[in-house]
């Protein structure tokens, strides 16, 4: 049984700095005291103050803590510490402070005990709420050894005024998994913030599976805490359990790892801790080897990291090595938390947004290290699942890890990233059976008109019409050796929640994956009209177990059986994780850390070269394709040039045959033409892709990207959609007047229409984004010409309220077109004065937001803009007032929730089940083959909403949205260190 972990207190000291007195003033106030993150002897808190009496003229927050807490730095507020007693007095820049007014303070500390209860402003004691009632639960995942248990750890965060009853149950999972001991739990006011322990059991049983099951801590009236448990099965190899394998040290304190044994040894077993690579103030607190007998293997015993203090700011890192002869070694990577503060405070809020992210108590990461898409389970979007991800979610990872290095130097988690990416997510050679060796590039792929409806399909293939030749294959195979492709495919269902991976093992194995989590599968199928709630889930590698007895094919193409396999990526991702591996190269070599990160750059070079299937026509026609029987491409006639929506291959489990095609869809919101300009002969050498005509291509699309942001750009600056050379999804002829671009034509909502592509602020900022970086980089002078005119409109567009009140463009409405057709090498579409944008809606979505003031960082740093540098300031600084324990976020209400009970085309020639027993007929719904949502602790709301209630809010922690906040905020410290 796990033992609770004793902390260790910092004994920095944080020097006393001189403040002005404050005026004279009737003062009240109200104090709401939150702890954003704890972990490894540390702990950060934000104090969120709101001025109830006179205006302030300066001002000095102070309270005691109850226990051993050290403030180690601060920012919006000058701390000083006496023993337990604390005051913060005003910044230079927040002294003045309106009635009403609401403001932020934070602190990172060292130590544990209590939160405070008493604070006072300018010594009047404040009054009102200040704490809010929540659930501390540490850890939220524990691995049960077979035959024994494991206890996470209960509290309250605040004092209640009477008792309160905190429950534990189980959820849907391996039945072996219980609740021991622990439930109900009952905290008083007087013993609310002392841990009281729950056990999880594990059942000793045959298999060698190790299982897993949910288990939610409730109370009422609070939000609950779900803490996933996963069985350790004894019935197999011995093994080292160590948790975690990551953490952060506290400079001047220590931080400890758990180490057991996965099964009873007949013998004594002898565990020898040592110290690898990294910064040397990261030691062991003592060697001494640890000593497992039949008796003792499955209780915890500790190993202790220090982290000594320094003069520097860097957080620097150091890998441990757990090993015991005959048994895989486990390496443990610590990471020194710095307590000399960064040059401002929003390279600080980068540490402690990126510090909640990898927390892992926060629960953005399984247990594989995968970044979920959110931490909450019930989302549906584009994924229909929060603990699905995607491709996108694993390029912000990567570029996330890359802002870390930039600030601390250390380079080791970017390159974990990436290998987590690369085992996960890009599909191995195993993955892809056959390795594609039958593939046929003057034959890529059998014809398949697209439908407008779900209820057009299943469509016939036809052999009649004729595709054009892949010139890319050739020189793939010869510049790596062989025919697999390597692309990140788009969604993983990390949890395995659809059960797709239900019975794989060591006696069945399907793609080369044997294991039962981390699945990869599709949903989008049938055309521009099939938005989520009308698409199947199904797997990537269909061996026929699942769906009919010929498993999903036959539901997209008429006559279409299983026991094949197909991928499809994403380009704007992978071109993200491009772009990211730039930023970590242009880094790393101004810190001359550039030798560390050769093996991820040879292979974002790698992932580069494939991309250019993203300039491909599906079926390698000719761009101004007008009909199905046109003339099909040859060499690379067929290439647009820019990155279209996706691309895919597959092929016969059995080698017989193979397919690739690229997308006949190209929109404004998925170019990137700073990666096009990384990939290309101007890149750094060390990006360079091995084909020969790759860096040609990509200089080709560079000039191209710029050139369909200009000719979609509407008269008032916003981009419109993008331009299609399969019109109608089948080659047809476009309306009379339809203008074109290289002969495609335009395309107000490309790809699909529910909702309309085009509406969604997200990609403007998004592509925009990504311009604002190429001209910051090289100074294109067209690349400016379309951010002026795009950041003056958004700008115009943009509110910035009191508080942390702001709003930015949501949706938007069309009219027109581009003025005239394009296809001039080289040359500058005109104005469009005829094109229109109007904002239908606004948002203070904070994802969005990130986005777009990362947008105008880069173009303001280049530009000189004082208006976009104030914009984005404005939003920073009003999101920063948004922080909570996980991040910072708004609440959202989805109105669209109330499709839940949407009918999802089936033809009446299928029948089938999903592995949890689903049926899939004619009379399928949305939720009726995704039953298990209904046992989602949020469920009920949604419920409640079909039935004729309000529409529900929640508040979600997407893991894009999360990290590109982290990366705002670490772009404006770095790009404007004067604040």
């Known amino acids: 049984m796990r033992k609770p972990a004793l902390w260790a207190a910092l004994a920095t000291l944080l020097t006393g700095m001189a403040v002005a007195a404050p005026a004279q003033a009737a003062v009240a106030c109200t104090v709401t005291y939150n702890k954003t993150w704890e972990g490894g002897g540390g702990f950060g808190a934000s104090i969120a103050i709101t001025n109830q009496g006179d205006a302030l003229n300066g001002w000095t927050l102070t309270f005691t803590f109850p226990g051993n807490q050290r403030i180690t730095n601060a920012w919006d507020g000058v701390p000083t510490q006496n023993g337990a007693n604390v005051s913060i007095a005003n910044a230079s820049y927040n002294a003045n402070k309106a009635s009403g007014a609401q403001w932020t303070v934070g602190f990172n500390g060292s130590g544990s005990g209590a939160n405070p209860d008493t604070f006072a402003i300018n010594g009047t004691t404040c009054t009102g709420p200040q704490q809010p009632q929540s659930l501390m639960v540490t850890p939220t995942s524990v691995s049960v050894p077979e035959g024994d248990d494991e206890t996470f750890a209960v509290r309250l965060q605040s004092q209640p005024s009477s008792n309160v009853t905190v429950t534990t149950t189980a959820g ?134 220090n982290a000594a203090d320094d003069a520097d700011d860097d957080n620097g890192s150091r890998t441990f090595t757990i090993a015991s002869s005959g048994v895989p070694s486990v390496t443990v990577t610590a990471t020194e938390v710095d307590d000399d503060a960064p040059s401002n405070s929003y390279l600080t809020e980068f540490q402690t947004q990126y510090d909640k992210i990898k927390n892992p108590a926060n629960g953005y990461f399984s247990p594989e290290g995968i970044p979920y898409h959110s931490v909450e389970t019930l989302l549906v979007e584009a994924p229909d699942h929060g603990h699905q991800t995607t491709s996108e979610a694993f390029s912000y990872w990567l570029w996330m890890e890359a802002q870390y290095g930039r600030l601390t130097k250390n380079w080791a988690p970017f390159n974990n990233a990436w290998n987590i990416m690369e085992q996960y997510i890009i599909p191995s050679t195993a993955n892809q059976p056959g390795g594609q060796s039958t593939y046929n590039p003057a034959d890529p792929a059998d014809y398949a008109p697209e439908r407008n409806l779900p209820s057009q399909y299943p469509v016939p293939l036809s052999t009649t019409v004729v595709a054009g030749q892949d010139p890319l294959s050739a020189e793939l195979q010869s510049s790596y050796g062989n025919k697999s492709m390597y692309a990140m495919h788009w969604l993983l269902d990390v949890d395995d929640v659809y059960g797709f991976g239900t019975g794989r093992g060591s006696s069945l194995s399907e793609c080369g994956d044997n294991t039962k989590r981390v699945t990869y599968i599709n949903t989008y199928q049938r055309g521009p009209q099939e938005s989520v709630w009308e698409t199947i889930p199904h797997p990537s590698c269909d061996t026929q177990r699942y769906g009919s007895s010929t498993g999903f094919p036959s539901l997209f193409i008429q006559g279409s059986t299983g026991n094949q396999w197909r991928y499809t990526a994403a380009p704007d991702a992978d071109a993200r994780a491009v772009q990211a591996a730039y930023w970590a190269l242009t880094w790393a070599t101004e810190q001359g850390n550039q030798s560390q990160l050769s093996a991820t750059m040879a292979k974002a070079a790698k992932l580069g070269d494939y991309l250019r299937y993203a300039m491909y026509d599906k079926y390698f026609k000719n761009p101004g394709c007008t009909s199905p029987t046109c003339a099909a491409g040859s060499g690379k006639s067929s290439s647009a040039y820019l990155l279209n929506w996706y691309f895919a291959w597959g092929g016969a489990m059995d080698g017989a045959w193979a397919w690739r095609i690229g997308s006949s869809h190209n929109h404004g919101g998925y170019q990137n033409p700073l990666a096009a300009w990384v990939l290309s002969p101007q890149g750094p050498s060390a990006l360079r892709p091995q084909s020969p005509t790759a860096d040609d291509d990509w200089a080709k699309s560079l000039t191209r990207q710029v050139q369909f ?48 592509s085009n509406q969604w602020f997200g990609f403007q900022a998004w592509g925009m984004e990504r311009l604002a970086e190429l001209y910051y980089v090289t100074g294109d002078t067209k690349a400016k010409a379309v951010l002026d005119k795009w950041a003056a409109w958004a700008i115009s567009e943009t509110t910035l309220g009191s508080g942390s009140t702001y709003q930015i463009p949501n949706e938007m409405g069309w009219s027109g077109a581009p003025a005239a057709s394009f296809n001039t090498e080289g040359g500058t579409p005109g104005p469009n004065p005829g094109l229109h944008v109007t904002v239908r809606t606004y948002t203070n979505d904070v994802g969005v937001a990130a986005g777009y003031a990362r947008t105008l960082i880069y173009y303001a740093a280049k530009s000189g803009n004082a208006a976009a540098k104030a914009t984005a300031k404005g939003l920073l600084d009003r999101m920063l007032l948004l922080k909570g324990s996980k991040g910072i976020t708004v609440p959202e209400t989805r109105g669209d929730y109330n499709r839940f009970d949407d009918s999802v085309y089936v033809p009446s020639s299928f029948t089938g089940t999903m592995p949890n027993g689903d049926t899939i007929n004619s009379s399928s719904t949305f939720i009726g083959i995704r039953s298990f949502l209904k046992n989602d602790p949020e469920w009920s709301k949604v419920q409640s909403h079909l039935n004729g209630g309000p529409a529900p809010t929640f508040t979600y922690h997407r893991f894009w949205a999360q990290s590109d906040i982290a990366m705002a905020l670490a772009d404006y410290g770095s790009l404007f260190p004067n604040g």
């Not at 219980?178 to 439930?183: E, I, P, Q, W």
């Not at 739990?185 to 013993?191: A, E, G, I, Q, V």
């Not at 476009?734 to 909702?755: E, L, N, Q, R, W």
């Open 709 to 756: 942001y200009t000719w979609l750009q509407s008269a008032e600056g916003a981009i419109a959609g993008g331009a299609t050379n399969s019109w109608d999804g089948d080659y047809q002829q476009p309306p009379a007047g339809t203008p074109s671009f290289f002969g495609m034509a335009y395309d107000p909502d490309p790809v699909y229409h529910d909702p309309p």
């Open 172 to 305: 849907t999972g391996d039945s072996d998994l219980t609740v021991a001991s622990g439930t109900p739990l009952t905290f008083t006011p007087s013993n609310w913030n002392t841990p009281q322990l729950v056990s999880i059991a594990a059942a000793q049983d045959s298999d060698t599976t190790n299982g897993t099951r949910p288990f939610t801590v409730a109370s009422a009236g609070l939000t609950s805490v779900t803490v996933n448990a996963t069985e350790s099965d004894n019935d197999g190899a011995q093994a080292l359990v160590v948790t975690p394998t990551s953490l952060n040290v506290p400079e001047g304190a220590q931080a400890i790892v758990n180490v057991k044994l996965q099964a009873q040894p007949s013998g004594s077993v002898t565990v020898t801790p040592s110290a690898g690579a990294g910064d040397a103030d990261l030691t062991l607190a003592g060697t001494a080897a640890l000593t497992f007998t039949s008796t003792n293997w499955n209780v915890d015993q500790q190993v202790r990291i």
